[in-house]
């Protein structure tokens, strides 16, 4: 079993829709949650951080259940240039190593 | 603020050949990584160094070696190219294992 696993995708969602991403993890012993986003050919970059309250961010919430150990990004209002791809990231409990899911594709359409 | 720099953009090699890629960063962040992301895969482990003169394997070392001479730099070698090093490889460093990786722009390798 992967230690992330994402829904690929692709999404493709039009203007102001509001979408979500799940992302499940498989090591209980996590403790360092993330969302990144990626653009075409570029580097990722850190969309936000993941709480256990959960937190937001303008448009973006993110969502954490340790319980059943997913996380969840929710986009409200869905602009152009949200269209990207999303990592979800997840550490590797006490250890420096990070497990990053293989990505969700996101497309806003017109 | 130059942020994390990594040198080459792209390569060529020929399988057998070996090659220094570069990773400098100016955050004085003791915690740098090195990944590949290849199609399906997501971005997998390579080497990681936790301070100077401190290494440790990720999740797919073979092939590749790494030192730590300097908390600002980070070179990744590759001993001897083959066409399964095909991939695009990241640089990341961090100021902790808790917060955020900032990563280079990347350098992507072709092994013919």
Known sequence: RKEVEQDPGPFNVPEGATVAFNCTYSNSASQSFFWYRQDCRKEPKLLMSVYSSGNEDGRFTAQLNRASQYISLLIRDSKLSDSATYLCVVNKGLGYQFYFGTGTSLTVIP | ?112
């Open chain 2, 1 to 112: 603020n130059a942020g994390v720099t990594q040198t080459p953009k792209f390569q060529v090699l020929k399988t057998g050949q070996s090659m220094t890629l570069q990773c400098a960063q100016d955050m004085n962040h003791e915690y740098m990584s090195w990944y590949r992301q290849d199609p399906g895969m997501g971005l997998r482990l390579i080497h990681y160094s936790v301070g100077a003169g401190i290494t440790d394997q990720g999740e797919v070392p073979n092939g590749y070696n790494v030192s730590r001479s300097t908390t600002e730099d980070f070179p990744l070698r590759l001993l001897s190219a083959a066409p399964s090093q095909t991939s695009v490889y990241f640089c990341a460093s961090s100021y902790d294992r808790q917060t955020e990786a900032f990563f280079g722009q990347g350098t992507r390798l072709t092994v013919v």
